[in-house]
């Protein structure tokens, strides 16, 4: 090993540190540790349970060991939930805090878990905490790729006091010495620790049916696929063959009986899994529905998957868990049958569950008691429950706007669960092979697991709230070089690299070429180039003129009328069955003298030609039978004898031209100097080709300009809209943010603007508590799916329905500033929890309320998670009404709403 390689010895901070864990630092660790306990700031790039987090409990322990603080961020409550247990269990409740939005603990700690939309607040409000501040720990700092939350990462690392030391705790990413250069840039002196290498190894497999086989040949040595598992899926599709095909007469049955290649169902898949001794196991189902299906399969089904004694022991935690539940919900909420699976070691996981039931799920599945876990993909997001084995029932999932295969970095995510540090000697991942599934083929299966590109790419972009707060922190000319600062835009000027090499080498072609051109010739070219570019947009029009004169021709064809098909296989006469049903894209029925019968367009007609007469038809027509067909041709060319019939190619020809610059231009082509010259062509093909590059270069010139400076540009419309609308005076020399700006400052919503403007304007007051919490509720809620139903039809009372209408105008009037400003738009307020929380605000009824929350009346009521979930997000935005509302009135209304929503479900297990 040369001295480069060798890991860093430990200093005596490290040597302590390390002395009161029960387990030795892999050498990776090693290598973070001591360049932190150096003074550098650390990016740690490693395979999710590698043990990253070692490296941010050192931060700690260097803080506490300095008498300085430690903020240790996280990018879900969960996430942050868990951690301050696992800090207060090593150093005690009194040395450490946690503050979640709407939970704060011990807050002057000198160590706070806190998520890290909370530090963005603190750093923007100058907050008084940051004193003495050394180490902020970023746990799964990749989530800044997240689109909707992700640049709150990058503002945090931008804002940090410079004396603070970063440690950057990240899964695997391709780019990872891109990220550290970045971070090195901006924060300074930053070490780059990347380790590929699994803690447990990983075994990759396919389930066939009921049968187990290994993904790669060799037990994962190579990647190439198993040839076992490709000769059993053969045999299967052959047998399934067979089994389709039934002599007539024979085995009239077969219909009922299923295919040999559908999947195994979900009880045995856990039974198989079970037998092979690889339980505890996630599966990850893409659905929530699909989660809670999958516990109650597995329920009518023969599956027990504990004992007498672990079944005493869970009984033990959910009773603890769920002591504060009100015994009158516990039938709305499905308590019976959720306990009844966990007696018997299954559970679903995912956001919609009440927040006490997926935390119980946590901690039995993390003791060992819960066994087969149904789970979406968000319990891959750093929470702590890895499993023997992850089961993927398919490789496609619904990202939001449609069925999308999993890309290889979600692949290692979610299966990253598998393999539990010092319990197993290696983890299993396992695909559910489908024969109606291209994606669960095997060679797609292994190009999945053996790629490793997953590259960080960054969601940053500057809001109103963000825009606001920098002017008033730092004024517009800093904050345009902090946002040029940015990981977005260190990313785009990366790219730019690219572009301006392009660009230069086409320069240093262009010069090439000019040097063996005659300057003539050049302008020559020019001159055919616009010639050609004229005619191609003359010829576009024509063809538009005449799509358009031939759909108005096709739209006034009426019932029995014979015209002329001029274009086409088709040519000929025909006469009308059906005129056209839609105006837009008329398509009248026909039938042709060559008794042809169907529908035709613009295509098929050019409307060059009138109309040339009519005849009777019958009152039914049954176009689809030959010999009504040929009746009617027959008819159609008696009908036609005497009628002034165009030739077919009357109507095809070109139109003249009347466009007298194209005229000019090509005088002036045929009058020019280089028009009669020897090597014409071949002078002009080389002109061509620099006016080819020429024209490339220009394009990737304005590809650069769109990436360079990007975000500062969008700062700036930012900047003029709210100047506009009275947020920033810029009247004199320097800008100021006024008192409404202040407003605007202290409201960290998607839709900040719209709230600022709410307050301001005064638009929410005079509002009942409930009412008000209703009234948030709409620029919070954002319905899952097509929609809520039609508008307004749920709106409880006369208040709240012209309150939604007042904040909608305003929307609409903002909507309308940001597409003049080509500013991205403010979200749509959405009516779809109004019902529902102002009921839960008014009584405390959880029934009634979800009951309520159904507002497209098809029987989907919130789930009891979701309904929490959704309370308690405008928990948090009317704790900022209450904070930042001009008057008094709206402030005690808003602290009663808090008051009346806070309780039951919504205040039980609030993390």
């Known amino acids: 090993m040369s001295p480069e390689s060798r890991p860093p010895e430990p200093g005596p901070q490290l040597r302590g540190f390390v002395a009161q864990l029960p387990f030795g630092l892999d050498p990776f660790q090693v290598r973070a540790c001591a360049a932190l306990e150096s003074g550098h700031g650390v990016l740690v790039c490693a395979p999710t349970g590698a043990g990253k987090t070692v490296v941010g409990e050192f931060a700690v322990h260097l803080a506490l060991a300095a008498g300085r603080k430690c903020f240790y961020t996280t990018p ?30 011990n807050s002057d700690a000198p160590v706070v878990v806190m998520t890290t939309e909370v530090l963005r607040n603190m750093l923007y409000a100058d907050s008084p905490a940051l004193q003495g501040l050394s180490h902020v720990v970023m746990d799964e700092v990749h989530f800044l790729a ?81 040839p076992n598992l490709l000769r059993h899926i053969a045999h299967r599709r052959e047998a399934d063959r067979l089994t389709d095909w039934q002599p007539r007469g024979r085995n009239r049955g077969r219909q009922n009986r299923p295919s040999v290649n559908r999947g195994p169902s979900r009880p045995d898949v856990i039974a198989t899994l079970d037998a092979e001794g690889l339980l505890p196991a996630i599966t990850f189902v893409f659905s929530r529905a699909g989660c809670d299906a999958a516990v109650k399969q597995c329920l009518r089904a ?41 007696l018997r070691g299954l559970a679903a996981h995912h956001a919609g569950m009440l927040p006490v039931f997926r935390h119980t799920v946590e901690e039995l599945f993390t003791a060992g008691l819960v066994k087969a876990v149904f789970a979406t993909e968000t319990l891959a997001l750093g929470i702590n429950m890895p499993a023997r084995t992850v089961v993927l029932e398919r490789l496609v999932k619904y990202n939001g706007e449609q069925h999308a295969p999993l890309t290889p970095g979600e692949y290692t995510q979610l299966t990253g669960r598998a393999g539990r540090r010092g319990i197993d000697i290696e983890g299993h991942a396992v695909v559910l092979w489908h024969a109606d599934d291209e994606a669960s083929n095997p060679a797609e299966v292994a190009g999945l697991a053996s790629t490793r590109t997953f590259p960080l790419k960054s969601s940053f972009a500057p809001s109103y709230n963000m825009t606001i707060n920098l002017v008033q922190q730092m004024g517009p000319e800093l904050a345009r070089q902090l946002l040029e600062r940015s990981f977005a835009q260190y990313q785009a000027d990366r790219s730019v690299v690219g572009l301006v090499r392009g660009v230069e080498r086409g320069e240093r072609m262009l010069a090439e070429i000019a040097a063996e051109l005659d300057p003539e010739m050049l302008e020559y070219a020019r001159l055919r180039a616009e010639i050609t570019a004229r005619e191609r947009a003359q010829s576009r029009a024509s063809r538009l003129h005449r799509r358009r004169a031939a759909d108005e021709a096709l739209a006034e064809l009426r019932r029995g009328d014979i015209i002329t098909i001029s274009q086409g296989r088709r040519g000929g006469l025909a006469v009308v069955l059906e005129p056209a049903q839609d105006s837009d894209d008329p398509r009248p029925l026909i039938l042709t003298e060559h008794r042809w019968a169907g529908r035709i367009s613009s295509a098929d007609y050019s409307g060059a030609s009138a109309r040339l007469g009519s005849m009777t038809l019958p009152k039914r027509v049954e176009h689809r039978q030959p010999r009504v067909r040929r009746d009617l041709a027959s008819a159609l ?40 010259a020897a090597d014409r062509e071949t002078q002009v093909r080389a002109a061509e080709r620099y006016l080819r590059i020429d024209r490339d270069n220009e394009q990737t010139r304005q590809k650069i300009a769109a990436a360079t400076n990007s975000l500062a540009r969008s700062f700036d419309k930012i900047l ?70 039609p508008q307004g039809l749920q709106i409880p009372t006369g208040g709240i329905r012209r309150t939604l209408a007042d904040t909608r105008r305003l929307w609409a009037r903002i909507r309308s500033d940001e597409q003049r400003q080509r500013i991205a738009y403010s979200r749509e307020p959405d009516d779809g929890f109004v019902a529902a929380i102002h009921q839960w605000a008014s009584t405390g009824d959880l029934a009634s309320s979800l009951a309520a929350s159904d507002v497209s009346g098809s029987g989907s009521p919130l789930s009891a998670g979701d309904f929490v979930r959704w309370c308690r997000q405008v928990l948090d935005l009317l704790d900022q009404v209450r904070n930042a509302a001009p008057t008094p009135a709206l402030r005690s209304a808003a602290k009663r709403a808090i008051t009346d929503i806070r309780r039951g479900v919504v205040a039980v297990d609030a993390g």
């Not at 004898?641 to 031209?657: A, F, K, M």
Request: with cysteine; hydrophobic share 35%.
């Open 146 to 226: 997240d689109r909707m939350r992700g640049a709150v990462w990058e503002e945090v690392i931008l804002h940090l006091p410079e004396e603070v030391r970063l440690v950057s705790l990240s899964a695997t990413v391709s780019n990872a010495e891109e990220f550290g250069g970045w971070i090195q840039t901006v924060r300074g002196d930053t070490t780059v620790v990347v380790d590929e290498h699994r803690p447990v190894p990983l075994s990759q497999h396919m389930m066939v049916g009921k049968r187990l086989f290994d993904l790669f040949e060799g037990g994962g040595q190579t990647t190439l696929v198993d």
């Open 637 to 676: 060319r008696s009908a036609a004898v005497g009628l002034d019939v165009p030739s077919r190619r009357r109507g095809q020809d070109g139109e003249r031209d009347v466009d007298p610059d194209l005229a000019r231009l090509r005088d002036q082509l045929r009058r020019h100097r280089a028009h009669d």
């Open 76 to 105: 879900i409550k969960a996430l942050s939930n868990q951690k301050h247990l696992d800090l207060v269990r090593r150093y005690g409740a009194d040395r450490v805090g946690l503050l979640t939005g709407d939970q704060s603990i």
């Open 302 to 342: 023969p599956l027990r998957l504990t004992n007498d004694e672990e079944r005493a022991r869970i009984t033990e935690v959910i009773d603890r868990r769920c002591a504060d539940l009100a015994r009158s919900d516990l039938d709305v909420l499905g308590y019976y049958e959720w306990r009844e699976g966990l």
């Open 720 to 789: 003029e809209l709210l100047t506009e609308r009275g947020f920033v005076d810029r009247t004199g020399d320097t800008p100021k943010v006024t008192e409404d700006g202040r407003l605007l400052a202290r409201i960290y919503s998607e839709s900040d603007l719209l709230v600022a403007e709410c307050l301001r304007q005064g638009v929410w007051e005079g509002l009942a508590p409930a009412e008000l919490a209703a009234v948030v509720s709409a620029v919070q809620f954002e319905s899952r799916g097509d929609g809520t139903g």
